[in-house]
């Protein structure tokens, strides 16, 4: 007997095998969900749980817990459960922890509400939860819904092998007169004595040779049982086969960098195999594409001689690399989508940005401004990592540069890295074993935080770095740290003489100097298309709106709160754009007296139908005093209202402007491009009080976005400060 001791719980296993990784993750899952009061039940497969996991784990789990609901809980306790999932599409998950060699495991948890097979229901969840059964530490169904079920998946898969029928026989054995209920539910009168025979004679063989011919009995009878269900399960199936096809969030797009010798092949070679428990595939991209090579199905030989040949002329390197890198790389606005829509994991071996740390490599004599603006309008990878070793172990490994233009490659490298946000160094002078592990940390805590970041769950992963993965340098104040360490661990060391698409700040970065976090911009091409269609939208009365985490707060928890609040009539929205236009019909629809006023003529259009063309500095000039129950002033404070008497004097005014116990909302942008001084040093705000906004419970809200995006709440009370 084994026991294992996860956190606080103690849970014991009847099993001479100890578990292995899957097997510790299923168990603490299962036990999280016995914890929550949530019903579910493994369908199959399970006898040899939790020592050895194989394969996927079906199971069942109450309706009553959405896919969200459950992708919270489980990330609530993804310490305890020692895992954090990485892939989500509704009940069906991936988790991913770690062996005690610290190589990647994963789980693959397929829970579903009802049983279904080819968009048909055969059992509802409701009916085989109310029979289950326990089985050493979880929950099975009967003994005759585990044999329809498992019956059932075999013929709609229309495969049965032996090891399949043996299990078939064994259920049946158990409880024949269950079973044969079951058959006959979902067969006719000749195929449920054929099933029958074979289950009690133990002799298949007659039902593999009639498998097609009950298949289709199965689903006809089905369709028949259920018609409404099936084709709405049908259209639901192949809607979100179109909107997967169109987003990017199952896969992952991953460039390895770095000089000569720093390992990225083997690093590459590895990660693939090892990361197959997270996604569907893996395919290898490289750079140059070498596509005439691919095209006529020739090997393509390795460059141990990149500086030999003399770079191209101007205008043949620019003709180049328009029509043929920008072009390889923009055909990815239409294939990436549909390839990582399949849960693929892309490593690409160089990018393009490397022509800027080694144009020689790449024989370019072009104008460097050219490259930035491709890099601008392709697509941007999601990860970029850095492999880093001291120039006297990249000699050791290849000798094919000079070991001064080594030495540059690697300066250069790191500091065109310490410009990305999304770029990551790992010490590559170590075992390779070390350097894959550190590399699936990367890639494995990217994917936990973006399905964190989707679903609005704050906490950062549970997947942890090690030490090996370089930090920023020491930043020169407080709050100058607290910006770079939400840059994840870059390399700041090293002057910058490269030109890079992606730098944060004009100047280049000195060891003293820390990466400033910018606000992130969608590449030109993105932006004309979004442009685009929100123009065509607006043709026909359609709004459009932000999908960043800072517009979920606004609009799905502050939003709401006031429009449920009776006392609250008289609303003021400050700042108008194409993305606040539907606002105005949400407010006017719960009765609400909403106003908006932009100091841009040319948005009026976006505001509402009570529209005032002025700064907010200039408000007494057109409300009486005590007009507002609410003022919402977001994305204005260091975004045109900058200067310190204009601050002063536009709140000083919203607080002549709100009633008694009215509220001034400010949404800001923490960050030093957009914070023109810390809203603490407003005087005129020292008229207001702090207000405890209650579905957040804080006056202050910052939200997970890269820009710090805060929401900071005030409150009109006598008793506040007057003196200013």
């Known amino acids: 007997m084994l026991r294992l001791h996860l956190a606080n719980a103690s849970i014991t296993l009847k099993s001479d095998v100890a578990p292995s990784g899957p097997g510790l993750i299923l168990m603490a899952v299962l036990d999280t969900l016995d914890r929550a009061g949530i019903p579910y039940c493994l369908l199959h497969g399970y006898e040899d749980y939790p020592a050895h996991v194989n394969s996927d784990v079906d199971g069942l789990i109450s309706g009553r817990l959405p896919p969200r609901q459950l992708l919270a809980l489980l990330h609530k306790n993804r310490v305890r459960i020692g895992a954090d999932v990485v892939r989500c599409q509704g009940y069906h998950l991936v988790l991913a922890g770690r062996r005690s060699d610290g190589s990647p495991c994963f789980l693959d948890l397929d829970l579903s509400v009802d049983c279904e097979f080819d968009d048909r229901p055969f059992y509802a969840g409701h ?68 099933i029958l025979s074979a289950a009690r004679s133990g002799d298949w063989e007659p039902v593999r040779l009639r498998l097609p011919k009950l298949r289709a009995e199965l689903r006809w009878r089905a369709t028949l049982r259920h018609p409404v269900r099936t084709v709405v399960n049908s259209a639901r199936r192949l809607t979100g086969l179109l909107k997967r096809c169109w987003r990017r969030d199952s896969g992952l797009n991953v460039v390895f960098l770095g000089p000569d010798g720093a390992g990225k092949s083997s690093v590459i070679k590895a990660v693939g195999p090892m990361l197959a428990g997270a996604m569907h595939r893996t395919i290898y991209r ?48 239409v294939t990436a989508p549909l390839t990582l829509a399949r849960a693929t994991l892309v490593l690409h071996d160089r990018h393009l940005v490397d022509a800027f740390v080694d144009p020689r490599r790449h ?64 010490d590559s002078a170590r075992p390779l074993e070390h350097v894959v592990n550190d590399v699936n940390e990367l890639i494995l805590r990217q994917l936990a935080a973006r399905i964190a970041h ?22 020169v ?82 939003f709401p709160h006031f429009l449920e609040d009776v006392s609250c009539r008289d609303i003021l929205f400050v700042g108008c ?65 900058n200067k ?18 009215g509220v001034l909302l400010i949404g800001w942008d923490d960050i030093e491009e957009r914070c023109p001084f810390r809203l603490e040093q407003c005087r005129s705000l020292r008229t207001l009080k702090p207000f405890q906004f209650p579905p957040l419970g804080v006056s202050e809200c910052v939200t997970d976005t890269p820009y710090r995006h805060t929401y900071t709440f005030y409150v009109k009370r006598e008793e506040a400060d007057t003196r200013y």
């Open 454 to 475: 989707q679903h609005g769950l704050r906490d950062s992963p549970s997947i942890r770095g090690t030490a090996h993965l370089r930090p920023p340098e020491p930043a």
């Open 477 to 558: 104040n407080a709050r100058t740290t607290a910006r770079n360490d939400r840059l994840g661990p870059i390399q700041t060391n090293g002057s910058s003489q490269t030109s890079s698409p992606f730098r944060h700040s004009r100047h280049a970065n000195t060891r003293r100097a820390p990466v400033p976090i910018r606000m992130p911009r969608p590449p030109l091409l993105k932006r004309l298309v979004f442009r685009v269609i929100r123009d065509i939208k607006r043709l026909f009365g359609v709004s459009s709106y932000l999908r960043n985490e800072d517009r979920r707060v606004l609009e799905q928890i502050i």
């Open 644 to 661: 310190k008497d204009d601050v002063e004097q536009a709140f000083r005014a919203c607080h002549d402007c709100l009633r008694e116990g």
């Open 286 to 333: 490289r750079f140059t594409p070498a596509l005439v090579a691919r095209l006529l199905h020739r090997p393509i030989p390795p460059n141990n001689r990149p500086h030999a040949l003399p770079p191209r002329s101007c205008l043949m390197s620019a003709v180049r690399a328009v029509l043929y890198w920008f072009v390889y790389y923009a055909l990815d606005y």
């Open 577 to 641: 754009q194409w993305y606040t236009e539907g606002y105005s019909e949400r407010f006017e629809r719960n009765g609400k007296d909403y106003w908006t006023i932009e100091i841009q003529p040319t948005r009026q259009r976006y505001g509402a139908k009570q529209h005032v063309v002025d700064g907010l500095q200039n408000l007494r000039r057109h409300f009486e005093p005590a007009t507002f129950d609410l003022i919402l002033s977001n994305g204005v404070f260091g975004w045109g209202l």
């Open 127 to 194: 009916e085989l939860l109310a029979s289950r059964r326990q089985y050493r530490q979880f929950w099975v169904p009967a003994v005759q819904f585990e044999f329809g079920y498992y019956l059932i998946k075999k013929v709609a898969k229309g495969h049965l092998d032996n090891e399949h029928a043996l299990a078939l026989s064994r259920l049946y054995a158990r409880d024949a007169t269950g079973c044969e209920t079951q058959v006959r539910r979902f067969w006719g009168a000749g195929s449920s004595a054929l």
């Open 363 to 426: 024989r370019y004599g072009g104008p460097m401004w050219l490259l930035t603006l491709i890099s601008r309008l392709i697509p941007r990878p999601d990860l970029f990592i850095l492999l880093d070793a001291p120039t006297g172990v990249l000699q050791a490994r290849k000798q094919e540069v000079p070991f001064d233009e080594s030495a540059r490659q690697r300066e250069a490298y790191l500091s065109l890295i310490a410009s990305m946000k999304n770029g990551h160094v790992v």
